[in-house]
């Protein structure tokens, strides 16, 4: 189980540093620029998690297969996008809701080793699937997915509820591992497709 975590985990990693790279390519950023931002998108969810919760080092500095995707997934991405053609607003989407699933769940199940309790595990598991995304956004002068209109951050906490309860009932882990990812992928798949969002809080003023 171990083993499919960690394999989880870096597929996260590329699918985050091609949301990165696609996002660099719109501002029309060079290739350090590209790498910058893809690693920066891949990584910086994770990092803000483990320095949180006191896990040291954190995962790429004791392991540099982490750079190495993020790297290769970030170049591929820009030969790709120039031998093909670019990637419209929606693809870059629904890559960000894939990275955003894997990245939840690791996270809720990082925290949890940790003993922590499971509002906590809850937090991390959202910062561990939207700190990048923020990051990168922030960066590139964009307002963060987190803070736009359509269901986002909350696709998170539900994947992250759904995987902390299925925990509690010793289901296998594995299929408790799937069904959360896929909550969060579906609710977030759903949300750019149907336009779905929470209630918006308009504040009028008095005449």
């Known amino acids: 189980m171990q083993q499919l975590f960690y394999l989880a985990d870096l597929f996260g990693v590329a699918v985050f540093a091609i949301t990165g790279a696609l ?5 029309s950023m060079d290739l350090f620029g590209v790498l910058v931002i893809a690693i920066i998108t891949a990584l910086g969810g994770g990092t ?5 919760l006191d896990n040291h080092p954190v995962s790429w500095i004791r392991n ?3 750079i190495v995707v993020a790297s290769i997934s ?3 991405t820009v030969l790709w996008v120039r031998l093909t053609r670019p990637i419209h607003e929606r693809g870059l989407l629904i890559a960000d809701a894939f990275g955003l699933a ?3 769940v690791i996270g809720t199940e990082v925290a949890l080793q940790h003993n922590v309790p499971h509002s906590t595990a809850v937090i991390m598991g959202v910062m561990t699937g939207v700190a990048g995304g923020v990051m990168r956004d922030v960066i590139c002068n964009e307002i963060p997915l987190i803070f736009q209109k359509e269901i986002y951050a909350t696709a998170c906490i539900l994947g992250s509820l759904v995987f902390i309860v299925l925990r509690a009932m010793d289901t296998p882990h594995w299929l408790d591992t799937g069904i959360a990812m896929l909550a969060v992928l579906l609710t977030r798949l759903a949300a750019i497709h149907w336009r779905l969002s929470l209630p918006r809080f308009h504040l009028l003023d008095r005449d």
């Open 23 to 27: 996002m660099a390519g719109r501002k």
């Open 48 to 52: 803000l998690r483990d320095l949180i």
């Open 64 to 66: 540099d297969t982490y």
């Open 74 to 76: 970030a170049v591929a």
């Open 102 to 104: 894997v990245f939840t």
